[in-house]
């Protein structure tokens, strides 16, 4: 089976902090993304990376950037956090241009900005 | 631009009863369809995908879904539901490398 894994599940940060999400797969995929989700308004991408050290901006990248140094391995950063970025962070992944491609997720990071 | 609708934001039914859940989408041609269900506090997990051929599509849990290529839509449907079948659910599309997601529509179920 496909594995996505995110480290934390659960995590409260102060404003202003440094916070780091990480996110590995274990099914040597290419396309690697992060989402946030908040009530109401579904699955929003964050950033997805097509290979190691690319990047391409989703719909709502503001106050997030992200690295990928590792193909398995996909890292969300938030510089600053700020507390409407209080949500749901679900990671996933996918092959790369199959076609026919399904994308994975993990169980997803809840984070908490005080 | 592509778009996924999911029209019904919450559905009640009761344990046993059938259900429908409604989504259509906006795409030049015909993407890629899947279901996915997300129970609370946790991941999605795909139910079923459409790529190609036959346009009714079986997945897990019982579930099934009508692609109907005149109308858009890639309706999920279950003959008769459980309680554990209570979850969000999300219809998303695939041009190729992205995906796109509707808001979801959230399933209570009544014993």
């Known amino acids: 089976d496909v594995k996505v894994t995110q480290s934390s599940r659960y995590l409260v940060k102060r404003t202003g902090e440094k916070v780091f999400l990480e996110c590995v797969q274990d099914m040597d995929h290419e396309n690697m993304f992060w989402y946030r989700q908040d009530p109401g308004l579904g699955l929003r991408l964050i950033y997805f990376?097509?290979?190691?050290?690319?990047?391409e901006k989703g719909d709502i990248p503001e106050g997030y950037s992200v690295s990928r140094e590792k193909k398995e391995r996909f890292s969300l950063i938030l510089e600053s956090a700020s507390t409407n970025q209080t949500s749901m962070y679900l990671c996933?992944?996918?092959?790369?241009?199959?076609?026919?491609?399904?994308?994975?997720f993990g169980e997803g990071s809840w984070l908490t900005v005080v | 631009a592509q778009s996924v609708t999911q029209p019904d934001i919450h559905i009640t039914v009761s344990e046993g009863a059938s259900l429908e859940l409604r989504c259509n989408y906006s795409y030049g041609a015909t993407p890629y369809l899947f279901w996915y269900v997300q129970s609370p506090g946790q991941g999605l997990q795909l139910l079923l995908k459409y790529f190609s051929g036959d346009t009714l599509v079986q997945g897990i849990k019982g579930f099934e879904a009508e692609f109907k290529r005149s109308q858009s839509s890639f309706n999920l449907r279950k003959p008769s539901v459980h309680w554990s079948d209570a979850a969000e659910y999300f219809c998303?599309?695939?041009?190729?490398?992205?995906?796109?997601f509707g808001t979801g529509t959230s399933l209570t179920v009544i014993p």
């Open positions: 998303a599309v695939s041009p190729g490398n992205q995906f796109y």
């Open positions: 996933a992944s996918s092959f790369l241009g199959s076609g026919e491609d399904t994308i994975y």
């Open positions: 990376s097509y290979d190691v050290k690319m990047k």
